[in-house]
Nanobody, 123 residues
């Protein structure tokens, strides 16, 4: 069974950077779609970025394009989300999730989830 553990959240000032990590165990990620999702208070969970590991296709939410980058370390079975030029509206709990077949726009399809890590952007 695939297990996911996020880390790397915290507090940062606007314009700052954070790198989130999603460490997978139990299975290799070779044939999964891995996604980063976020949920702010009072808002629905939304897909921020996804990576189809088998073909390398990526997806980014429009509001993070050019600022966030998803990547994978095969040896560590870990997926990262590099977040630059952070804005206050990026404040949320960030989750990583995985599915064998899915798209970022539909979080409900993802069936393995981490516990989440808080990202707070404020001055």
């Amino acid at each position: 069974q695939l297990q996911l553990v996020e880390s790397g959240g915290g507090w940062v000032q606007p314009g700052g950077s954070l790198r989130l990590s999603c460490a997978a165990s139990g299975r290799a990620l070779d044939y999964y779609v891995i996604g980063w999702f976020r949920q702010a208070p009072g808002k629905e969970r939304e897909g921020v970025s996804c990576l189809s590991v088998s073909d390398g296709i990526t997806y980014y939410l429009d509001s993070v394009k050019g600022r966030f980058a998803i990547s994978r370390d095969n040896a560590k079975n870990t997926v990262y989300l590099q977040m630059n030029s952070l804005k206050t509206e990026d404040t949320a709990v960030y989750y990583c999730a995985a599915t064998k077949m899915g798209v970022c726009e539909v979080p409900e399809i993802f069936d393995s989830w981490g516990q989440g890590t808080q990202v707070t952007v404020s001055s």
